[in-house]
C-alpha cells in the first residue's frame, strides 16, 4: 500500500511538472515572439545623449539597461497598426523561407538524413560579428569619440537583448538541427535550430552600424552592416548548422532588437523613407521623400 501511494504521488507530481513545463513554453513563445520578431517602438521617451556619459564607455546604456530590458518585453503592449503589419510581414518572411529549407539543405548538402560528427564552425562563423563589435569600440576609445562609444554600446546591448531572447525561441522550438535530420519539421524534438543565434546576433550589431551615425557614408555602412549578417547567414547554412527560415527569423529578431535599443537612446540615423500601411484586403507600401 505505502508503494502503491508513493507510485501515484509521483506520477502526479510528474504530470504536474509537464502541466507547468507545457504552459510555461506556451508562454515564452507568445511574450518573445510579439516582444522581439518585429522592428518595435520605444515605450518610453529617448533617454538623452550625453557627451560625458559617452566618455564612460557606455553612452546611455549603463544607467537605462534595466528599463530598456522592461520595455523590451513588453513593447507589444503599446504596438500600433504598423508594428503588428511589420509583425505579419515578419512571419510571412519565415514561413516563405521555411518551404524552401529543404531545398537549400540540398544545395550545400548532398547527404540526406544525420550527418554528425562534422565541424561546427561556431566560432569562426561568430568572429565577423565580434570583431565589426570590437572594431567599433576600439576605434571610439583611440579617438575619443562620444558617439562611437554610444554605438559600440547599442551593438552589445541590441546583441545581449536579442541572444536572451533568441535562447528562449530555441527552448521553445526545439527544432532539429539540419545536421541531425534531414526534415525540417522535426520541431519540438530538443533541437536548438530556431533560430540562428550568429544570425540574430550579426544582424543585430550589423544593423546598428548600418542606421547609426550621419548620411555621410550611409551606402558604405549599410554595404557593411547588412553584409555582416547575411554573410553570417550564408555561412551558417553552408556549414549545415540551420536552415534557411532560421537565419530568416535571426535576421527578423536581430533588426528588430537593433531597431528598438537605438529608438530607445535616440541614435537612430535618417527617418525610415519606406514604410508599410495596412489597408483593407493587404497592405500598401509607401514611399516618403522631403523636398527642400
Known amino acids: 500500500m505505502p508503494q502503491l501511494l508513493e507510485e501515484a504521488h509521483r506520477q502526479a507530481g510528474l504530470r504536474t511538472r509537464r502541466a507547468c513545463a507545457g504552459w510555461g ?50 513593447a507589444p503592449l503599446h504596438w500600433e497598426a504598423k508594428d503588428w ?19 537549400v539543405r540540398t544545395h550545400f548538402i548532398k547527404t540526406e538524413g544525420p550527418t554528425v560528427g562534422e565541424k561546427s564552425h561556431d566560432l569562426e562563423d561568430i568572429v565577423p560579428t565580434v570583431a565589426v563589435l ?10 575619443d569619440n562620444a558617439a562611437g562609444h554610444h554605438e559600440s554600446w547599442d551593438m552589445l546591448e541590441s546583441a545581449g537583448l536579442s541572444a536572451v531572447s533568441a535562447y528562449a525561441f530555441k527552448f521553445v522550438a526545439g527544432r532539429e538541427d539540419p545536421y541531425q535530420t534531414s526534415d525540417p519539421n522535426e520541431w519540438l524534438k530538443g533541437g536548438s535550430s530556431f533560430p540562428s543565434l550568429h544570425s540574430t546576433a550579426a544582424f543585430a550589431v550589423g544593423t546598428v ?25 550564408y555561412l551558417r547554412l553552408k556549414h549545415n548548422q540551420h536552415w ?23 541614435s537612430n540615423g535618417p527617418p525610415e523613407r519606406f514604410s508599410l500601411v495596412p ?14
Open 279 to 292: 489597408i483593407p484586403g493587404g497592405a500598401l507600401l509607401t514611399y516618403n521623400l522631403t523636398l527642400p
Open 134 to 143: 570590437g572594431a567599433t569600440w576600439l576605434y571610439a576609445g583611440i579617438i
Open 85 to 103: 503589419a511589420w509583425f505579419g510581414g515578419s512571419l510571412a518572411a519565415i514561413a516563405a523561407a521555411h518551404h524552401y529549407d529543404s531545398d
Open 209 to 233: 552600424l548600418a542606421e547609426s551615425g550621419n548620411d555621410e557614408y550611409r551606402w558604405i555602412r549599410r554595404l557593411l552592416g547588412y553584409g555582416l549578417g547575411a554573410g553570417t547567414s
Open 25 to 74: 513554453r506556451c508562454w515564452l513563445a507568445l511574450s518573445l515572439l510579439a516582444a522581439a520578431a518585429i522592428r518595435a517602438e520605444p515605450t518610453d521617451p529617448p533617454a538623452p545623449t550625453t557627451a560625458a556619459a559617452a566618455d564612460s564607455g557606455a553612452g546611455t546604456g549603463t544607467t537605462s539597461l534595466s528599463s530598456d530590458i522592461g520595455a523590451y518585453f513588453t
Open 244 to 266: 534557411l527560415s532560421d537565419t530568416v527569423a535571426g535576421a527578423a529578431l536581430g533588426m528588430a532588437s537593433a531597431h528598438f535599443v537605438m529608438n530607445r537612446h535616440g
